[in-house]
């Protein structure tokens, strides 16, 4: 019976060794997570931090110069077409409006009392036409006057929302000098960024850019480089770039801060995987393990270009496709079965 016993025990412990790759599989497998080598552009993108502001930008100013009496609106306030936004005290508008107004009768009772004159043949045809040219000059002088009265007020000239509030009450102002900066909504919305010049001159209109505001978490908005300064901010020097943005639906207010990334389309792509993914770096020479088919993890020797964020340029050793392993290299061997975990 032992015989017997013993005999069985061997041929189980034969199967089990010809099985033995089965085995070493299901049991012994590393578990890593992967991810596939994708392409990027050579060169990094180009980003940005901006404002959202309407895309037609007016500067209000009164046609006079005058103390401001009031201002009806503040920044960022919303106003319609024709809508009271600021007046001049009129004091000295009406005063100078009323003194053109008496200048222009008097010269009109002039001019009836020369033609009565002449008539009479006591006045002369030279005073007479003097006295019409006084009377013309007189009449000008009016309508110019109540022009300008007519203008010591600011209305808006259409739908829009206050950029900017330049002025105060009882702030003395000059003659065509801003008081106020409307944005005309009607016209679609832009971001208005500033670049260096190292990154402007990698940039031409027409370029697409992708835009996120914090004010719309989760969602990307496209946009195209629609303007770029050609001189810099004698303040900053800094070179503004104008992005018109697609609000999709979206209602966007003056003021929203915008992350902008635009492509560097000229560069060349390359390749690149996860900084995560590189073991036993030395200055641009690394190691990757690469997924092969049946599941081994086959280790491979890379060169390394820019660090591009989270992720890295390889220069050689991988091609676009390729499975690298991103979590559980450090603790594998060349040519270990390897178990993929779901998301990698």
């Known amino acids: 019976m032992n015989i017997r016993i013993l005999a069985l025990v061997v041929m189980l412990g034969l199967a089990a060794c010809g099985n033995g790759t089965d085995t070493t599989t299901t049991t ?3 578990p890593v997570r992967v991810t596939t080598v994708e392409t990027a552009p050579a060169a990094e993108t180009i980003r940005a931090i901006g404002i959202i502001t309407p895309a037609d930008e007016v500067r209000l100013a009164f046609k006079t110069g005058g103390v401001i009496q009031a201002i009806h609106v503040e920044q960022g306030d919303r106003v319609r077409r024709g809508q009271l936004l600021a007046t001049l005290a009129d004091d000295e508008v009406a005063a100078a409006a009323a003194q053109a107004e008496a200048i222009a009768g ?3 009772r002039d001019l009836e009392r020369g033609r009565a004159l002449l008539a ?3 006045a002369t045809r030279e005073q007479v036409e003097d006295l019409e040219t006084a009377h013309s000059v007189a009449a000008a002088a009016l309508r110019s006057a109540l022009f300008n009265a007519r203008h010591a007020r600011i209305e808006a000239p259409g739908d829009g929302v206050v950029q900017g509030r330049l002025a105060e009450p009882d702030e003395l102002v000059a003659a065509g000098q801003p008081v106020l900066v409307i944005g005309n909504t009607g016209d679609g919305w832009i971001v208005r960024a500033a670049l260096s010049d190292r990154d402007v001159v990698r940039v031409k209109a027409g370029t697409a850019a992708e835009v996120t505001l914090d004010a719309f978490t989760g969602r990307k908005f496209t946009a195209t480089v629609a303007e770029i300064a050609a001189a810099a901010d004698p303040q900053t020097g800094t070179y503004e770039l104008k992005l018109a ?6 209602r966007f207010v003056q ?12 560069a060349k792509s390359v390749s690149v995987v996860p900084v995560t993914a590189l073991l036993e770096a030395d200055g641009r020479a690394a190691l990757v393990f690469v997924v092969a088919e049946g599941g081994h993890a086959r280790r491979v020797a890379v060169r390394t270009g820019r660090l591009l964020g989270e992720r890295i340029e390889i220069v050689m050793g ?4 390729d499975r690298v392993v991103t979590e559980g290299a ?3 061997n060349d040519n270990d079965i390897v178990r993929v975990l779901d998301g990698g």
């Open 28 to 30: 012994d497998a590393a």
């Open 106 to 108: 008097k010269s009109a």
């Open 120 to 122: 009479d043949e006591v």
């Open 245 to 250: 943005i697609d609000p999709q639906g979206e």
């Open 255 to 266: 003021g929203l801060v915008a992350k902008v990334v635009i492509a560097d389309h000229d």
């Open 318 to 321: 991988l091609s676009p496709g």
């Open 330 to 332: 450090a603790w594998l």
